[in-house]
Protein backbone atom coordinates (compact mmCIF):
# COMPACT_ATOMS: atom_id res chain seq x y z
CA UNK A 1 0.00 0.00 0.00
CA UNK A 2 1.46 3.13 -1.06
CA UNK A 3 1.55 6.32 1.60
CA UNK A 4 -0.75 8.67 -0.60
CA UNK A 5 -4.76 9.02 0.53
CA UNK A 6 -7.22 10.68 -2.04
CA UNK A 7 -9.69 12.50 0.01
CA UNK A 8 -12.84 13.58 -2.33
CA UNK A 9 -16.64 14.63 -2.31
CA UNK A 10 -18.73 12.98 -4.95
CA UNK A 11 -22.25 14.49 -5.39
CA UNK A 12 -23.55 11.77 -8.36
CA UNK A 13 -20.68 9.44 -8.33
CA UNK A 14 -18.56 10.09 -11.37
CA UNK A 15 -15.98 11.83 -9.21
CA UNK A 16 -16.01 8.81 -6.34
CA UNK A 17 -15.46 6.36 -9.69
CA UNK A 18 -12.43 8.53 -10.17
CA UNK A 19 -11.24 8.47 -6.83
CA UNK A 20 -11.42 4.86 -6.42
CA UNK A 21 -9.65 4.66 -10.29
CA UNK A 22 -6.61 6.94 -8.98
CA UNK A 23 -6.39 4.81 -5.26
CA UNK A 24 -6.83 1.72 -7.08
CA UNK A 25 -3.95 2.14 -9.30
CA UNK A 26 -1.43 2.54 -6.52
CA UNK A 27 -3.07 1.27 -3.42
CA UNK A 28 -3.72 4.86 -2.05
CA UNK A 29 -6.19 5.09 0.87
CA UNK A 30 -9.57 6.44 -0.07
CA UNK A 31 -11.11 8.75 2.67
CA UNK A 32 -14.74 9.87 1.72
CA UNK A 33 -16.16 13.58 2.18
CA UNK A 34 -20.13 12.68 3.03
CA UNK A 35 -23.11 14.70 2.35
CA UNK A 36 -22.30 16.64 5.59
CA UNK A 37 -18.96 17.45 4.58
CA UNK A 38 -16.86 15.64 7.08
CA UNK A 39 -14.78 13.17 7.43
CA UNK A 40 -14.19 11.22 10.61
CA UNK A 41 -11.36 11.19 13.06
CA UNK A 42 -9.46 7.95 11.72
CA UNK A 43 -10.09 9.67 8.36
CA UNK A 44 -8.28 12.67 9.96
CA UNK A 45 -5.34 10.90 11.48
CA UNK A 46 -4.95 8.88 7.54
CA UNK A 47 -4.33 12.28 5.91
CA UNK A 48 -1.85 13.48 8.70
CA UNK A 49 0.15 10.70 8.12
CA UNK A 50 0.58 10.39 4.99
CA UNK A 51 3.07 11.30 2.88
CA UNK A 52 0.78 12.59 -0.50
CA UNK A 53 -2.14 13.96 -0.21
CA UNK A 54 -4.81 13.83 -3.33
CA UNK A 55 -7.53 16.12 -3.54
CA UNK A 56 -10.77 15.31 -5.39
CA UNK A 57 -13.60 17.02 -6.26
CA UNK A 58 -16.35 17.94 -8.71
CA UNK A 59 -17.11 21.46 -10.16
CA UNK A 60 -20.46 23.00 -9.13
CA UNK A 61 -20.95 26.42 -10.54
CA UNK A 62 -16.91 27.02 -11.11
CA UNK A 63 -15.82 25.93 -7.59
CA UNK A 64 -15.72 23.29 -5.45
CA UNK A 65 -19.20 21.51 -3.89
CA UNK A 66 -19.92 23.60 -0.63
CA UNK A 67 -18.99 19.43 1.18
CA UNK A 68 -15.19 19.87 -0.03
CA UNK A 69 -15.08 23.60 1.12
CA UNK A 70 -16.02 22.35 4.99
CA UNK A 71 -13.45 19.73 4.52
CA UNK A 72 -11.38 22.61 2.95
CA UNK A 73 -12.35 24.95 6.01
CA UNK A 74 -11.54 22.13 9.02
CA UNK A 75 -8.39 21.29 8.06
CA UNK A 76 -7.45 24.99 9.12
CA UNK A 77 -6.78 23.49 12.54
CA UNK A 78 -4.17 21.49 10.86
CA UNK A 79 -2.81 24.31 8.68
CA UNK A 80 -2.59 26.45 12.41
CA UNK A 81 0.33 23.88 13.38
CA UNK A 82 1.97 23.35 10.02
CA UNK A 83 0.63 19.45 10.10
CA UNK A 84 0.63 19.40 6.23
CA UNK A 85 3.63 21.23 5.46
CA UNK A 86 6.28 19.98 2.98
CA UNK A 87 3.50 17.07 2.34
CA UNK A 88 2.95 16.34 -1.55
CA UNK A 89 -0.26 17.33 -2.99
CA UNK A 90 -2.33 16.61 -6.20
CA UNK A 91 -5.79 16.92 -7.26
CA UNK A 92 -8.54 16.44 -9.80
CA UNK A 93 -12.14 17.80 -10.92
CA UNK A 94 -14.70 16.41 -12.66
CA UNK A 95 -17.69 17.97 -14.15
CA UNK A 96 -20.83 17.47 -16.73
CA UNK A 97 -19.11 20.64 -19.49
CA UNK A 98 -15.94 19.81 -21.43
CA UNK A 99 -14.66 22.96 -19.89
CA UNK A 100 -17.46 24.05 -16.61
CA UNK A 101 -14.79 26.25 -14.95
CA UNK A 102 -12.97 23.54 -14.16
CA UNK A 103 -9.25 24.54 -13.77
CA UNK A 104 -10.95 26.80 -11.09
CA UNK A 105 -11.58 24.54 -8.94
CA UNK A 106 -7.81 22.80 -9.53
CA UNK A 107 -6.64 26.43 -8.91
CA UNK A 108 -8.80 26.07 -5.29
CA UNK A 109 -7.25 22.47 -4.04
CA UNK A 110 -3.83 23.92 -5.50
CA UNK A 111 -4.29 26.97 -3.07
CA UNK A 112 -5.61 24.71 -0.29
CA UNK A 113 -2.61 22.89 -0.95
CA UNK A 114 -0.28 25.86 -0.49
CA UNK A 115 -2.08 27.54 1.94
CA UNK A 116 -0.77 24.07 3.75
CA UNK A 117 2.65 24.63 2.39
CA UNK A 118 2.59 21.71 0.24
CA UNK A 119 4.15 20.51 -2.81
CA UNK A 120 1.61 20.10 -5.87
CA UNK A 121 2.43 17.52 -8.65
CA UNK A 122 1.01 18.82 -11.85
CA UNK A 123 -0.23 16.61 -14.17
CA UNK A 124 2.98 15.98 -16.62
CA UNK A 125 1.01 14.68 -19.72
CA UNK A 126 0.81 16.50 -23.39
CA UNK A 127 -2.64 17.34 -24.20
CA UNK A 128 -4.74 15.43 -27.12
CA UNK A 129 -4.91 18.23 -29.24
CA UNK A 130 -4.82 17.41 -32.72
CA UNK A 131 -7.46 16.76 -35.44
CA UNK A 132 -7.56 13.00 -34.73
CA UNK A 133 -7.72 13.31 -31.25
CA UNK A 134 -11.01 11.70 -29.30
CA UNK A 135 -12.79 11.39 -25.90
CA UNK A 136 -10.72 8.36 -25.80
CA UNK A 137 -7.11 9.36 -25.87
CA UNK A 138 -5.25 10.39 -22.89
CA UNK A 139 -5.39 13.78 -21.52
CA UNK A 140 -8.28 14.46 -23.99
CA UNK A 141 -9.02 17.90 -22.00
CA UNK A 142 -5.26 19.47 -21.89
CA UNK A 143 -4.88 19.51 -18.42
CA UNK A 144 -1.50 20.64 -16.98
CA UNK A 145 -1.96 21.40 -13.87
CA UNK A 146 -3.98 18.43 -12.23
CA UNK A 147 -6.40 16.31 -13.56
CA UNK A 148 -9.52 16.70 -15.62
CA UNK A 149 -12.92 14.64 -16.02
CA UNK A 150 -15.82 15.09 -18.18
CA UNK A 151 -18.76 13.25 -17.26
CA UNK A 152 -21.62 14.51 -19.26
CA UNK A 153 -24.83 15.32 -17.07
CA UNK A 154 -26.95 12.29 -18.81
CA UNK A 155 -23.81 9.66 -18.44
CA UNK A 156 -23.90 7.11 -15.61
CA UNK A 157 -20.73 6.31 -13.73
CA UNK A 158 -20.10 3.81 -16.37
CA UNK A 159 -19.87 6.04 -18.86
CA UNK A 160 -16.97 8.24 -17.71
CA UNK A 161 -15.02 8.48 -20.97
CA UNK A 162 -12.03 5.82 -21.16
CA UNK A 163 -9.33 8.41 -21.67
CA UNK A 164 -9.86 10.65 -18.44
CA UNK A 165 -9.63 7.05 -16.66
CA UNK A 166 -6.56 6.30 -18.48
CA UNK A 167 -5.14 9.71 -17.42
CA UNK A 168 -6.07 9.22 -13.98
CA UNK A 169 -4.36 5.95 -13.82
CA UNK A 170 -0.98 7.65 -15.20
CA UNK A 171 -1.38 10.70 -12.79
CA UNK A 172 -1.80 8.49 -9.89
CA UNK A 173 1.47 6.43 -10.87
CA UNK A 174 3.54 10.41 -11.45
CA UNK A 175 1.95 11.18 -7.93
CA UNK A 176 3.60 8.16 -6.52
CA UNK A 177 6.72 8.49 -8.30
CA UNK A 178 6.90 12.44 -7.03
CA UNK A 179 6.05 10.96 -3.37
CA UNK A 180 8.38 7.93 -3.52
CA UNK A 181 10.79 10.43 -5.03
CA UNK A 182 10.93 13.04 -1.65
CA UNK A 183 10.46 9.79 0.66
CA UNK A 184 13.81 8.86 -0.25
Do not use: C
Not at 51 to 77: E, L, R
Amino acid sequence: MSNIAVVYFSGYGHTKVVAETFAGEIQATLIEINQDGEINEQDWQALNSASGIVFGAPTYMGGVPWQFKKFADASSKIWFTHGWKDKVFAGFTNSASLNGDKQVTLISLQTLAAQHGGIWVSLGLLPANTKAATRNDINSLGGSVGLLVQSPSDAGVDEIPAGDLETTKLYAKRVQSIVDKFSA
